[in-house]
């Protein structure tokens, strides 16, 4: 017969056989023993889902459009990281308030000599347009897709600008813009200008997404313009009797034109941009210089120069600006260069009187603009 010991012990061998069966893995506790914790927490078929503690001021871009020449004003846009995101169609406007100076490289119409000695010496004078206020206007549509594009714009602005002098005591006034020999000494001049600049673009572009602070936009189009300058001076005394010339200088052309642009959010709204456009415009020059002297009776030359070439320009703008909800307001700086835009016949000799030659200006246009831009 078997004692209670044994059979205590057989019980507990049996005990243990069964825990280990069931547990694999598990070692067998005391009686009264809490169960272990298990050493692989249990896997879930479901995602895992992540909080989003992205601060607010970098989920926003700082607004995407809205700033000068920039077509496509707020949204998302394709990263530079190959990363796929459908953009929705957009239409887009804005207006622009322009306060422009423009200068243009000849506008002498006087040399004052201090001393009437037939040694010219002294200082020229010179035309200054005065700073005026234009505008430009555009709308667009964004392309639903990968960022893309399509923007018209039209510009405007129009200035005046004047002066006058008179000879000093004991000195004289050499004009420069009579024909030589005929009215070379006077004693008062004056002169005035005008200038009318319309210009439309057509752009195409693409927004580009950088880092969640730059956005760049790459964009090419057509642009076309009709430039027209005009300038007066009238001469009086000694070889003059309320003498004038009058030159006037048109341009009307069209060409390719290319650009980028640049936006850097800094947080809630705010950001910097910058632009650089430049192109190549073909067309037509259309130039003239009529004088006259005796009050309008004597006609001491008429001459037109009417030609086709090439006016190259560029352009560089910098500013900032804020954006709320489809609102955008941007204030910066701009300039833009025409190069061999303005040309005048001018007859260089008194002894072969028909020679003219052809002087070549740049016209420049620098100041200030104002934006109001909406998306919707």
Same mark, same amino acid.
């Given at each position: 017969?078997?004692?209670? #010991? =044994?059979?205590?012990?057989?019980?507990?061998?049996?005990? !243990?056989?069964?825990?280990?069966?069931?547990?694999?893995?598990?070692?067998?506790?005391?009686?009264?023993?809490?169960?272990? /914790?298990?050493?692989?927490?249990?896997?879930? $078929?479901?995602?895992?889902?992540?909080?989003?503690?992205?601060?607010?001021?970098?989920?926003?871009?700082?607004?995407?459009?809205?700033?000068?020449?920039?077509?496509?004003?707020?949204?998302?846009?394709?990263?530079?990281?190959?990363?796929?995101?459908?953009?929705?169609?957009?239409?887009?406007?804005?207006?622009?308030?322009?306060?422009?100076?423009?200068?243009? @490289?000849?506008?002498?119409?006087?040399?004052? @000599?201090?001393?009437?000695?037939?040694?010219?010496?002294?200082?020229?004078?010179?035309?200054?347009?005065?700073?005026?206020?234009?505008?430009?206007?555009?709308? !667009?549509?964004?392309?639903?897709?990968?960022? =893309?594009?399509?923007?018209?714009?039209?510009?405007?602005?129009?200035?005046?600008?004047?002066?006058?002098?008179?000879?000093?005591?004991?000195?004289?006034?050499?004009?420069?813009?009579?024909?030589? !020999?005929?009215?070379?000494?006077?004693?008062?001049?004056?002169?005035?200008? !005008?200038?009318?600049?319309?210009?439309? %673009?057509? %752009?195409?572009?693409?927004?580009?997404?950088?880092?969640?602070?730059?956005?760049? #936009?790459? *964009? &090419? &189009?057509?642009?076309?313009?009709?430039?027209?300058?005009?300038?007066?001076?009238?001469?009086?005394?000694?070889?003059?009797?309320?003498?004038?010339?009058?030159?006037?200088?048109?341009?009307?052309?069209?060409?390719?034109?290319?650009?980028?642009?640049?936006?850097?959010?800094?947080?809630?709204?705010?950001?910097? *941009?910058?632009?650089?456009? &430049?192109?190549?415009?073909?067309?037509? +020059?259309? $130039?003239?210089? #009529?004088?006259? $002297?005796? $009050?309008?009776?004597?006609?001491?030359?008429?001459?037109?120069?009417?030609?086709?070439?090439?006016?190259? +320009?560029?352009?560089?703008?910098? &500013?900032?600006?804020?954006? =709320?909800?489809?609102?955008?307001?941007?204030?910066?700086?701009?300039?833009?260069?025409?190069?061999? /835009?303005?040309?005048?016949?001018?007859?260089?000799?008194?002894?072969?009187?028909?020679?003219?030659?052809?002087?070549?200006?740049? /016209?420049?246009?620098?100041?200030? *603009?104002?934006?109001?831009? /909406?998306?919707?």
């Amino acid at each position: 017969m078997v004692s209670g #010991r =044994w059979v205590s012990a057989l019980a507990v061998v049996v005990t !243990g056989m069964g825990l280990a069966v069931g547990q694999p893995g598990l070692p067998v506790q005391p009686a009264g023993a809490k169960p272990p /914790l298990p050493s692989v927490l249990p896997v879930s $078929n479901s995602e895992p889902k992540m909080l989003d503690v992205t601060p607010p001021e970098l989920k926003e871009h700082g607004g995407h459009g809205g700033g000068h020449g920039e077509y496509p004003p707020g949204g998302h846009v394709k990263t530079l990281c190959n990363v796929e995101e459908e953009i929705p169609g957009q239409f887009f406007g804005f207006g622009e308030f322009l306060i422009w100076r423009p200068r243009l @490289d000849s506008t002498d119409y006087a040399l004052v @000599d201090p001393t009437n000695n037939l040694t010219p010496q002294g200082r020229v004078r010179n035309l200054k347009y005065d700073s005026n206020g234009g505008f430009r206007v555009g709308i !667009g549509y964004r392309i639903p897709g990968q960022g =893309w594009d399509v923007g018209f714009a039209y510009t405007y602005f129009r200035t005046n600008g004047s002066d006058s002098t008179a000879a000093p005591a004991g000195g004289v006034i050499y004009p420069t813009l009579t024909r030589p !020999g005929g009215v070379d000494r006077v004693g008062t001049a004056a002169v005035s200008g !005008g200038l009318d600049y319309n210009v439309f %673009d057509l %752009d195409i572009g693409r927004t580009w997404e950088a880092d969640p602070h730059l956005v760049l #936009r790459t *964009f &090419g &189009g057509i642009r076309w313009a009709r430039i027209n300058l005009d300038q007066t001076a009238t001469y009086d005394g000694i070889h003059a009797n309320n003498a004038s010339v009058r030159n006037s200088s048109d341009f009307t052309g069209t060409g390719p034109t290319a650009g980028l642009e640049a936006r850097w959010a800094i947080t809630h709204g705010l950001a910097m *941009f910058g632009n650089v456009r &430049g192109g190549l415009l073909y067309g037509e +020059f259309g $130039n003239a210089v #009529r004088e006259t $002297n005796g $009050n309008g009776q004597v006609l001491n030359a008429d001459v037109s120069d009417d030609f086709t070439g090439l006016a190259p +320009f560029a352009s560089i703008a910098l &500013g900032g600006s804020y954006t =709320w909800n489809t609102l955008t307001f941007s204030a910066g700086y701009e300039v833009t260069q025409y190069f061999n /835009l303005s040309t005048r016949p001018v007859l260089v000799d008194d002894f072969a009187e028909g020679k003219v030659v052809r002087r070549r200006s740049d /016209l420049n246009f620098d100041g200030v *603009f104002f934006r109001v831009a /909406l998306a919707y």
